[in-house]
């Protein structure tokens, strides 16, 4: 049903790849989320999570800056772990907490990677300016739904997106006590598509609809992603995840392997929260950005 829509999205959907560690932490972990193109001039839409998550690795780069800074000029006054523990205090730093962040758009432009951001006063909506590339990457860019009226319950859409990373370029240095990527690894991540049906839509504390839910769940690495059609309209971008209860507590014995074992387990119904193609279309025209629409 979605197999040419599929290609089509394909052909203007991008991913994020993202890496990170804890304080005190070695190990690297690594994500994924989203974004698409919508024109030929380097605009692009996300979500305003991902869009923040980008700002705020930029702000845990300079915060580790001043932490090493710091501990360097106070180095040979005090104790080492009095130095740190002071540091950590005055800085907010310790183990449960990110340390360090580090992104790479993968596909996008060709040249130096100059984003602006415009992120939405009141939705989970973020436009991306890549400014100064010398080559976009994408050269077929999506049509979004005329009218939004005709986006019902029962309707057939599809997301495309970068959930289960699979990249693996990038590592530790202990030398330098930093996460980096490489040039070692696997250096891309496959795209994953997944259906769901219009269940209700979603309304602001006004009471205007600015969003719908889907049947199924918005997968993680899929945030900032297209919801489209069979024909590749797109009607959306998923935006996130709700947990419905659907009071199905189980609590009872079952035989595995021959052993009796106690199960319990409670049951919901996890559902996609997509930002609505009216709101896509209003917050790009107030940035004067083009877009095709039919």
């Not at 890496?19 to 839409?45: K, P």
């Not at 049509?143 to 859409?157: N, V």
């Not at 392997?257 to 106690?262: C, E, F, I, S």
Request: proline residues 3%; charged residues 25%.
């Amino acid at each position: 049903m979605f197999v040419k829509a599929i290609e089509v999205a394909t052909g203007f959907t991008r991913p994020l790849l993202s890496i990170e560690r804890f304080y005190g932490s070695s190990e690297v972990l690594r994500g994924a989320s989203t974004l698409f193109f919508v024109n030929g001039d380097g605009w692009a839409l996300t979500c305003k999570h991902v869009a923040n998550l980008i700002v705020g690795a930029e702000e845990l780069a300079a915060r580790k800056h001043q932490f090493e800074q710091e501990f360097a000029a106070m180095t040979g006054k005090k104790k080492e772990k009095q130095i740190r523990r002071e540091l950590e205090q005055k800085l907010q730093v310790d183990r449960k907490k990110v340390f360090e962040i580090k992104h790479r758009f993968i596909n996008c432009v060709e040249g130096p990677i100059q984003v602006t951001m415009h992120a939405h006063p009141k939705y989970d909506v973020a436009i991306l300016h890549f400014e100064d590339f010398t080559k976009l990457l994408c050269s077929s860019f999506p049509m979004f739904a005329q009218d939004g009226s005709d986006l019902k319950q029962g309707k057939f859409l599809c997301r495309l997106g970068f959930p289960f990373p699979e990249f693996t370029n990038y590592r530790y240095d202990a030398a330098t006590d930093a996460i980096e990527w490489t040039t070692i690894g696997k250096d891309v991540t496959p795209i994953f598509p997944i259906e769901g049906m219009l269940t209700r839509h979603l309304g602001d504390d006004q009471g205007k609809i600015m969003g719908f839910e889907l049947s199924t769940p918005g997968l993680r690495g899929q945030s900032g992603c297209p919801v489209f059609d069979a024909e590749g309209r797109v009607w959306g971008m998923q935006s996130a995840t709700n947990h419905l209860d659907l009071d199905f507590d189980v609590d009872q014995e079952v035989i595995r392997g021959g052993v009796k074992k106690k199960v319990k387990d409670s049951a919901f119904l996890h559902v996609g929260h997509c930002i609505h193609v009216e709101v896509l279309k209003e917050f790009l025209s107030s940035k004067g950005v083009s877009f095709r629409e039919g």
